[in-house]
C-alpha cells in the first residue's frame, strides 16, 4: 500500500520545538517533490514548507521562515520537519505530502499523497 504516516506532534509551550517525521512506505520518495501542510478548523489548509525532486528549491512562507526547517532522508525514505520557536498560531493539524511529478526546481501545484495527519498544539 502506498502510505505517507506522519509522527512527532503533541503538545509544546510557546518558545518550544518540536520535530515532525513522516514516513513513506509502498514507494521511494528519492524523485519525489515533497511538502507538509497544516490545517485548523474553519479555515483552508495551507502549504508551510516545501522542496524540489532535487532539493534545490525549498520554499517557506512568511509566516514560517527562519523558524521552520524541511528535510528528507532518501535512505530512509523519511521526510522532517523541524520547527523551532513556535508559536500559539503554529498549532494546527500538520500533514505531509509527497508529488510523483519530478520537478528539478519549485514546487508542485498538487500533490498525490497525504499523510493523516499529526496535531501540534502550542500552548502554555
Known amino acids: 500500500q502506498v502510505q505517507l504516516v506522519e509522527s512527532g506532534g503533541g503538545l509544546v509551550q510557546p518558545g518550544g520545538s518540536l520535530r515532525l517525521s513522516c514516513t513513506a512506505s509502498?514507494?521511494?520518495?528519492?524523485?519525489?517533490?515533497i511538502g507538509w501542510f497544516r490545517q485548523v478548523p474553519g479555515k483552508a489548509r495551507t502549504r508551510v514548507s516545501c522542496?524540489?525532486?532535487?532539493?534545490?528549491?525549498?520554499y517557506y512562507p512568511d509566516a514560517v521562515k527562519g523558524r521552520f526547517t524541511i528535510s528528507r532522508d532518501n535512505a530512509k525514505n523519511m521526510v522532517y520537519l523541524q520547527m523551532n520557536s513556535l508559536k500559539p498560531e503554529d498549532t494546527a493539524v500538520y500533514y505531509c505530502?509527497?508529488?510523483?511529478?519530478?520537478?528539478?526546481?519549485?514546487?508542485?501545484?498538487?500533490?498525490?499523497?497525504w499523510g493523516q495527519g499529526t496535531q501540534v498544539t502550542v500552548s502554555s
Open positions: 509502498g514507494f521511494s520518495l528519492n524523485y519525489y517533490a
Open positions: 522542496m524540489s525532486s532535487s532539493d534545490k528549491t525549498i
Open positions: 505530502a509527497a508529488s510523483s511529478e519530478y520537478l528539478e526546481l519549485g514546487c508542485p501545484d498538487e500533490y498525490d499523497y
